[in-house]
């Protein structure tokens, strides 16, 4: 497995499994099956409400807990629950996670901010990240924290590169983290001629060169899956390199356009709602 080093030394796989939109029955089989297939990068969510499956997942595949690197983020209601991270690692059945987020800029995102920075203090998550921080958001973030995150999870492909953003987080080492990695599944995007002539050559399909173009970008890329085929397919990509040309081919796919157009009006019904957790 390739591995992305962070900006505090620690080194996270490049290829992940998600998780969102998984039912907790799904979740649990799809942990399991990835991580037996030799996935070692795990993505959750307070909100995926599949938390506890995930955990049972992680243990029914028989993958040692230190070998895997679990991710997970803090939904904004939780953000001003001074016993988030305790109830987030119970449901997950650990001591510890890996990589710990914000999930929306919405509510008391500074409260939650501060409770990430405690929580990688404490040694209850090793690594700290941001999600769906983006434009004035970062901008405002960057001037009050006192640790700068390892991560930040955006929308990220070929059409939409996040070059803007990503000059903001190189002046901090900040990795990205691709969620929409194949477009949202936009046909027009797996369909562009360059993936299917870069697939020809490589003995590849279409979506695994776009999951190539991520990590060779530096990304970190966690499609999500209930398919155990799609979910192979998903980390059989690390068998070949494009090469520079050919990334500069692929650059030029670049419109700066995003499938995903959050409004104000939603952030205030993300900091409303809270998520129904599975029960124990």
């Not at 980390?235 to 995903?260: H, P």
Request: with cysteine; aromatic share 10%; net charge negative.
């Amino acid at each position: 497995m390739e591995s992305i080093t962070l900006n505090n030394g620690i080194q996270c796989p490049a290829v992940g499994i998600g998780t969102f939109m998984l039912s907790p029955a799904e979740a649990e089989n799809s942990v399991r099956e990835a991580l037996k297939m030799g996935y070692s990068l795990v993505d959750t969510a307070n909100a995926y409400v599949n938390e506890r499956a995930v955990g049972r997942g992680m243990k029914a595949s028989g993958v040692k807990r230190e070998e895997i690197f679990l991710s997970t983020k803090l939904w904004p209601s939780e953000y001003e629950n001074e016993n988030a991270v305790e109830e987030t690692l119970a449901r997950l059945g650990v001591d510890y996670v890996d990589l710990l987020y914000i999930h929306q800029p919405a509510g008391n995102w500074l409260a939650g901010y501060r409770q990430l920075e405690k929580a990688y203090k404490e040694g209850k998550a090793k690594s700290i990240g941001i999600s769906n921080f983006e434009g004035k958001y970062i901008a405002e973030l960057e001037t009050k924290w006192e640790i700068a995150p390892q991560f930040i999870q955006v929308e990220a492909h070929p059409y939409f590169t996040q070059t803007e953003l990503r000059r903001t987080l190189d002046k901090y080492g900040v990795r990205i983290m691709s969620w929409y990695p194949l477009g949202h599944g936009d046909k027009s995007l797996i369909s562009e001629p360059v993936f299917a002539e870069l697939g020809k050559k490589y003995g590849k399909t279409p979506a695994q060169v776009i999951l190539r173009w991520h990590t060779q970008m530096g990304f970190a890329v966690i499609p999500g899956s209930k398919n155990v085929d799609h979910i192979r397919d998903n980390l059989n990509i690390l068998d070949f390199t494009l090469t520079d040309a050919e990334m500069a081919q692929i650059a030029k796919l670049d419109r700066g356009e995003r499938y995903y157009h959050r409004t104000e009006a939603q952030l205030e019904q993300f900091a409303a709602w809270r998520p129904q957790f599975e029960p124990a």
